[in-house]
């Protein structure tokens, strides 16, 4: 039987591939063409995989108070706060200092960039929401907090990439995700725990939280298309 962190990096390689290839997170891979817009569509994306991961696992920690031990790891309010931080700094304080794009053809005032990122749509959310698919309640919420902190391992980089570029840009967010990177060696060491306790510790339990965590990529990738429309 593998080991439930083996199978997880091995067998959500191919979504988390795909995810950091999808805009708008594909922004990070050329930040030389950074613009607000698409950062704004990020923080929109995130922001809703925020809200409804927490909603899938305080629904299971309703029932199964053992994952708490799993989701008090998450900075929830500090992830909101930051998100709604960073939201309001692209939308309301517009500065040219924000733009990194200087060709006369493509001269775009940051607020006009910044108008042209919508939030995404409750009906639209909604629609994406319905065709989540779930092995178990435990094992989703397992792999939500899966995604949530695998994600924060990378965010101090962001981050740091982002003030390099221009101080300017808000970066609240990625700061707060960093700032629960330091829970992911608990998080597995705890999970691998309570996998028996949520009689999780098999071939088929393991299968299920694999499942239900690619079906959270899947999520943030139909998030990304929808806000971009691409």
């Not at 005032?109 to 319905?130: C, K, R």
Request: with cysteine; glycine share 4%; hydrophobic share 40%.
């Amino acid at each position: 039987m593998h080991t439930l962190f083996t199978a997880l990096k091995q067998d959500t390689l191919d979504k988390h591939t795909t995810l950091e290839e999808t805009p708008p997170f594909s922004l990070f891979h050329n930040l030389s063409e950074f613009n607000t817009s698409t950062y704004s569509d990020v923080l929109s994306v995130m922001s809703v995989f925020h809200s409804i991961t927490s909603s899938h696992v305080l629904k299971a920690l309703n029932e199964t108070p053992s994952v708490n031990r799993l989701a008090e790891m998450l900075n929830t309010d500090e992830v909101s706060a930051a998100l709604h931080r960073d939201t309001n700094a692209l939308h309301c304080n517009f500065a040219e200092s924000f733009d990194t794009e200087k060709s006369v053809e493509t001269d775009m005032s940051v607020e006009t960039q910044a108008q042209t990122s919508q939030n995404l749509d409750s009906q639209t959310v909604n629609a994406l929401e319905n065709q989540l698919s779930f092995r178990g309640q435990n094992s989703a919420a397992i792999a939500a907090i899966y995604v949530w902190l695998g994600s924060s391992m990378g965010a101090n980089m962001i981050s740091r990439r982002l003030e390099k570029l221009n101080n300017d840009i808000p970066t609240a967010y990625y700061s707060a995700m960093a700032g629960c990177a330091k829970a992911w060696v608990p998080f597995k060491q705890t999970a691998e725990h309570i996998l028996a306790e949520l009689k999780l510790d098999n071939d088929k339990g393991i299968r299920d939280i694999v499942e239900d965590a690619n079906s959270w990529f899947s999520f943030l990738i139909s998030l990304g298309k929808a806000q971009t429309g691409k």
